[in-house]
């Protein structure tokens, strides 16, 4: 549905000039759902607005619905990005006009007859949750509220593909989670495209069937959401799959840890979970087949793209060699070890 083949943007000339995106390749099939992810100042917002032509590549090819945007012509283009429709980190609503009335407005530009646009826009608010405010104007709504006025008005001229720039950024985490929500409700219903970006990729997590990261305007790592959580290579995509993991050493064990090992003191492992783990039982196989108690200090393991992924922190009683033959029993499952220390039992 979106193809971007060898895409770059410079941003003026000679010495000065800034090499904001760099050959990328993209392709987003019909009905996905791709976020594209990066630090500040990575690309992102280039690279999104050239989907749409708000930003002219320098080089490359930009193919939407099977149309080659770079070649069009001033007269052909509107048209053509009538199957696009985008919204922003800032919502941009005309704050003179209601709800409604800022639904309608794609609607009106392109000459639909009154009855036709009520009908239709009253559709759109039901889609998005907001028949209530129809009448309100956006200063009277939550930033939520507003984003669902966005989505709706770029929903309004039936477009195949919507592009998202940063749209939850300016949103508290429970309402970027109800955004998000809306987002995948409407992928399944209206089988449309999506394209995002955003830095942060709890995101991503939530409705992305891929990712993409983006690096000094180039695309470093890309793949599907499970494999991706499983298999990045990069440092950067590390560095993000672990701002979603929230695991820390407690202070009470940080204090009696040890690198070495000491007398009555025991190993205290990380263990990762990726796609590749094989499912099992592993606590009681540890303690009953094993001879090793464990005791889990914390975990965070959850879902996403249907892999179960994530890390537990746990301390491991057992005497030395069935401690060692539950380590490798562990790696054998595909499970990552990674020895944190030794944690005294006393202080
Ligand atoms: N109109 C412009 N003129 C000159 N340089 C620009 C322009 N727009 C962006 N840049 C530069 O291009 C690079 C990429 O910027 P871009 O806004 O695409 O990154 P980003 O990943 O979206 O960052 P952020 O998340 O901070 O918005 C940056 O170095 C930026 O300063």
Redesign the pocket.
């Known amino acids: 549905m979106i193809k971007l083949i060898n895409i770059s943007k410079r941003?003026?000339e000679g010495a000065a000039a800034?090499h904001?995106v760099k050959n990328v390749d993209l392709e987003v099939a019909a009905g996905q759902i791709m976020g594209v992810i990066?630090?500040?100042?990575?690309?992102?917002?280039?690279?999104i607005r050239c989907v749409n032509l708000l930003e002219r590549p320098t080089e490359g090819s930009v193919i939407v619905a099977g149309q080659d945007l770079t070649r069009l012509g001033n007269g052909e283009l509107p048209r053509a990005r009538r199957n696009i429709g985008m919204i922003f980190q800032h919502f941009n609503l005309l704050s003179s006009r209601t709800v409604f009335a800022n639904v309608a407005l794609p609607l009106e530009l392109a000459g639909m007859d009154k009855a036709a646009i009520k009908h239709r826009v009253n559709e759109l608010l039901e889609l998005v949750g907001l028949s209530h405010r129809a009448k309100a104007y956006p200063s009277e709504l939550s930033g939520g509220q507003k984003q669902r006025v966005a989505i709706a008005r770029a929903l309004a001229p039936q477009p195949k593909v919507l592009l998202c720039d940063?749209a939850t950024s300016a949103l508290d985490p429970q309402t970027t989670q109800s955004i998000l929500t809306l987002l995948k409700d409407i992928n399944k219903k209206l089988g449309l495209t999506i394209l995002l970006?955003t830095?942060e990729m709890q995101v991503v997590k939530s409705i992305c069937d891929r990712v993409a990261i983006?690096s000094n305007?180039e695309l470093i790592e890309q793949g599907e959401v499970a494999w991706f959580f499983a298999n990045a290579k990069t440092e950067l995509a590390r560095r993000f799959i672990s701002s979603t993991i929230h695991l820390e050493i407690p202070e009470e064990y940080r204090r009696r840890l040890s690198a070495e090992p000491v007398a009555d003191a025991l190993p205290l492992v990380r263990l990762g979970f990726t796609g590749e783990t094989v499912d099992t039982p592993l606590i009681s196989i540890l303690s009953r087949e094993l001879g090793v108690d464990v005791t889990i200090l914390s975990a965070d393991i959850e879902y996403a793209g249907g892999v179960k992924f994530g890390f537990m922190l746990a301390e491991l009683d057992g005497q030395p060699e069935h401690t060692r033959s539950a380590l490798a029993y562990l790696q054998d499952h595909k499970i990552q070890v990674e020895l944190l220390g030794y944690v005294r039992r006393h202080d």
Request: proline fraction near 0%.
């Open positions: 941003y003026g800034v904001a990066g630090e500040s100042g990575a690309g992102k917002s280039t690279l940063e970006i830095h983006i305007g």
